[in-house]
């Protein structure tokens, strides 16, 4: 079946450092979520990306999805400890009676050293 | 967060003793998804519904069955639980955009 690949696994990183996760498929996407889940908390939608190339930002936050709709990425500038969290990205694996079908990747886990 | 509640937030129970999870929804959307989550997994769909008495299995359905008797209901059952369905479960909804919510979570052990 459709997989995304996420990467890293886990990332560490000294507050105000940048951060970023990848997420990569062998297959197109049709688009792309990403969810942020809060340690012992449940995931949060953060965006979607659909057209090729697209790039969407929320403040130090920068969402991008590749030409070819393979890949995208999310990159968080200056993190703060607000930010420590697993990330997920989804792809949309269909959409049969208009039940959209979510797969994840394995998740990228952000903690900070204050 | 969406009007969405799991019961029981954490339960243990024993191998081959039956569960049922509920999620509860109180704004009447239609798409209603059960998920595990286990560690370097994310989040795996178990089973779905897409409206009163309509489901669905997703990528890890075994062992597991689901109803929808009311809008507002989604249960999720384990017949005979086993120790590999340790998990965190979590119910979402999907409102009228492309956005799912996902309710707190049931941390069930199955020893």
Known sequence: ????????????????????????????????????????????????????????????????FGEAKKNS????????????????CAEENSHFQGAQKLVFGQGTRLTINP | DAGITQSPRHKVTETGTPVTLRCHQTENHRYMYWYRQDPGHGLRLI?????????????????????????????????????SQTSVYFCAIRGGGVTQYFGPGTRLTVL
């Open chain 1, 1 to 64: 079946g459709q997989q995304v690949m996420q990467i890293p696994q886990y990332q560490h990183v000294q507050e105000g450092e940048d951060f970023t996760t990848y997420c990569n498929s062998s297959t197109t996407l049709s688009n792309i979520q990403w969810y942020k889940q809060r340690p012992g908390g449940h995931p949060v939608f953060l965006i979607q990306l659909v057209k090729s190339g697209e790039v969407k930002k929320q403040k130090r936050l920068t969402f991008q």
């Open chain 2, 47 to 83: 089973h779905y519904s897409y409206g009163v008495k309509d489901t669905d299995k997703g990528e890890v359905s075994d062992g597991y069955s689901v109803s929808r008797s009311k809008t507002e209901d989604f249960l999720l059952t384990l017949e005979s639980a086993t120790s």
């Open chain 1, 73 to 88: 990425s999310l990159h968080i500038t200056a993190t703060q400890t607000t930010d420590v969290g697993t990330y997920f």
